[in-house]
């Protein structure tokens, strides 16, 4: 049972545009959502949390938008640079239970 | 170093061998999770440890599969005669009490590939 969906296997942008990445839910006892950048042959990296209290939160070039009702989430990053090419999960979680990762998706920018 | 350490970095066997794979959490955090990434796929949940409570196995594929954790630090998981499905990154992470919201932070994992 997949909780966590990110539907779009890839993007690709170019470079100083903005990327938005999707994610969708289907358990809604999660209360805290996560976005993490992998590059290749290393582990997850944390880049910027939400809580369900809340409907955005920005760091820097990043932000991400919460819409409970939709059950859904986006990460935008903007402007957008090469070195933010990577693959970016989604997890949600709740209480102190095990987070739950989307499968991810390949973010390629181009310069 | 500071952060999760896993070992060993790369293993390759042969079908039907037993594996372990280990972990060194970050120093202090009560909990740990290990995760597999087959080729092509997302972050698979395979077993959480908190504290001293009973692990969440719930996520664990098949009987050939088991973790410990001894001490409330190291994590061993130990796959039983690998099959070639098996091949897999293994990630293991911890975060400071299992709080949904603290980020896990993530060793590198060990990429298993059987033959």
């Known amino acids: 049972d997949q909780q966590v969906k990110q539907n779009s296997p890839s993007l690709s942008v170019q470079e100083g545009r903005i990327s938005i990445l999707n994610c969708d839910y289907t358990?809604?006892?999660?209360?805290?959502f996560l976005w993490y950048k992998k590059y290749p042959a290393e582990g997850p990296t944390f880049l910027i949390s939400?809580?369900?209290?809340?409907d955005k939160n920005e760091d820097g070039r990043f932000t991400v938008f919460l819409n409970k009702s939709a059950k859904h989430l986006s990460l935008h990053i903007v402007p957008s640079q090469p070195g933010d090419s990577a693959v970016y999960f989604c997890?949600?979680?709740?209480?102190?239970?095990?987070?739950?990762f989307g499968a991810g998706t390949r973010l390629t920018v181009k310069p | 170093g500071a952060g999760v350490s896993q070992s060993p970095s790369n293993k390759v066997t042969e079908k039907g061998k037993d594996v372990e794979l280990r972990c060194d959490p970050i120093?202090?955090?009560?909990?740990l999770y290990w995760y597999r990434q087959s080729l092509g796929q997302g972050l698979e949940f395979l077993i959480y440890f908190q504290g001293n409570s009973a692990p969440d196995k719930s996520g664990l594929p098949s009987d050939r599969f088991s973790a410990e954790r001894t001490g409330g630090s190291v994590s061993t998981l130990t796959i039983q005669r690998t099959q070639q499905e098996d091949s897999a990154v293994y990630l293991c992470?911890?975060?400071?009490?299992?709080?949904?919201?603290?980020?896990?932070?993530f060793g590198d994992g060990t990429r298993l590939s059987i033959l």
């Open positions: 939400i809580s369900s209290i809340k």
């Open positions: 358990n809604s006892m999660f209360d805290y």
């Open positions: 120093s202090g955090h009560t909990a």
């Open positions: 992470a911890s975060s400071p009490t299992g709080s949904s919201n603290q980020p896990q932070h």
């Open positions: 997890a949600a979680g709740y209480n102190n239970n095990d987070m739950r």
